[in-house]
């Protein structure tokens, strides 16, 4: 990523690139950021995954990614999912909830459309917002 925001400079063309931290804490950085799938918690992509694919497991799907996430983190998400009242049950072929099918189709992290979600179901959508 470093070398990528030095942009051409050195890279395509003899140049200098100025960096405000020192070369050790340069020459310790990955080569590469780590995936999307690998950074960010799976709960949203488990309930996109699920939305789209209707009945079937997700867990096979997700391990054909180039860079798989681990099965326990999929686990772990999925028993989250089932605690949060969005999956049926904290297996990989458990159906969406209607809350679960709601905050899918809101597009927004799994903590704010729960949020919505309750909100709407008790009356208080104002206040949840």
């Known amino acids: 990523s470093a070398q990528q925001r030095a942009g051409r400079t ?3 063309r003899p140049g200098v690139v100025y960096r405000l931290y020192p070369q050790t804490l340069f020459d310790a ?3 590469y950021d780590p995936s999307e799938l690998q950074r960010c918690p799976l709960d ?8 789209m694919l209707g009945a079937g497991a997700v867990t ?3 391990q054909e990614t180039i860079d798989p996430p681990d099965v326990g983190s999929v686990d772990r998400a999925l028993r989250s999912l089932h605690k ?3 999956l049926e049950a904290p297996t990989d072929e458990a159906a969406l909830t209607n809350l ?3 905050v899918a189709s809101l597009g927004t992290d799994v903590a704010v459309g729960r949020l919505v979600g309750l909100g ?8 949840a917002i």
Not at 44 to 51: A, G, M, S
Not at 120 to 127: A, D, M, R, T
Request: aromatic content about 6%.
């Open 100 to 102: 679960g099918t709601f």
């Open 84 to 86: 949060a009242r969005m």
């Open 10 to 12: 050195g890279r395509v």
């Open 44 to 51: 949203k992509v488990i309930l996109d995954l699920r939305t």
């Open 60 to 62: 096979p799907l997700l």
């Open 120 to 127: 709407l179901q008790f009356g208080v959508v104002p206040e």
């Open 29 to 31: 950085l990955a080569p």
